[in-house]
T-cell receptor, first 110, second 114 residues
Framework: SQQGEEDPQALSIQEGENATMNCSYK?????LQWYRQNSGRGLVHLIL?????REKHSGRLRVTLDTSKKSSSLLITASRAADTASYFC??????????FGAGTRLTVKP | ETGVTQSPTHLIKTRGQQVTLRCSSQ?????VSWYQQALGQGPQFIFQ???????GRGNFPPRFSGLQFPNYSSELNVNALELDDSALYLC?????????????FGPGTRLTVT
């Protein structure tokens, strides 16, 4: 079963705009990870944020985590056409149980 | 590109047959996890292998089984294939448990069951 749910399911923006994707989950977690997937290929790890962290940055990516609301957000600033992909959040319940959401499909128009 | 490879890339099987998918983990990684991803869905965790032992399993029936070898490469075996087994099968390696470390995914094997 999937624990995380991304919102929105699909997002279409113009190049240069910011994209925000949200993830909600149900149970307590060790950490939350965001991954990107291009067109049915393998997933690429973006950021891991631990349950005791509130915010992390990596280049144009900013992730926040609110454990009281059981939610996380991924912000991509100054988007590019190459950012077009599906984005998944994955929640780690313990060391060997990680659940992915259904993903947000982001389209960045040139 | 990660150092994780999977074979074959594509596979077509008939209902009731058996299939074996293979995964070579990234150098230095002792943990391999397998996922099933149906079209338009997120990956579903099948199981994880750590140092040749199954170390966690998702909600998949026993006809999904696996192996991990001393070099940490891994196989996923599916018996008695069903139409619903058609999916992209992903393996991912990590230096420890999937819930603690980032995972490095292979490109996947696309399985079609007819």
């Amino acid at each position: 079963s999937q624990q995380g749910e991304e919102d929105p399911q699909a997002l279409s923006i113009q190049e240069g705009e910011n994209a925000t994707m949200n993830c909600s989950y149900k149970t307590s977690i060790n950490n939350l990870q965001w991954y990107r997937q291009n067109s049915g290929r393998g997933l690429v790890h973006l950021i891991l944020i631990r349950s005791n962290e509130r915010e992390k940055h990596s280049g144009r990516l900013r992730v926040t985590l609110d454990t009281s609301k059981k939610s996380s957000s991924l912000l991509i600033t100054a988007s590019r056409a190459a950012d077009t992909a599906s984005y998944f959040c994955a929640t780690a319940i313990n060391n060997n149980d990680m659940r992915f959401g259904a993903g947000t499909r982001l389209t960045v128009k040139p | 590109e990660t150092g994780v490879t999977q074979s074959p890339t594509h596979l077509i099987k008939t209902r009731g047959q058996q299939v074996t998918l293979r995964c070579s983990s990234q150098s230095g990684h002792n943990t391999v996890s397998w996922y099933q991803q149906a079209l338009g869905q997120g990956p579903q965790f099948i199981f994880q292998y750590y140092r040749e032992e199954e170390n966690g399993r998702g909600n998949f029936p026993p006809r999904f089984s696996g192996l991990q070898f001393p070099n940490y490469s891994s196989e996923l075996n599916v018996n008695a294939l069903e139409l619903d087994d058609s999916a992209l099968y992903l393996c991912a390696s990590s230096p420890g448990g999937q819930g603690t470390y980032e995972q490095y995914f292979g490109p996947g094997t696309r399985l079609t069951v007819t």
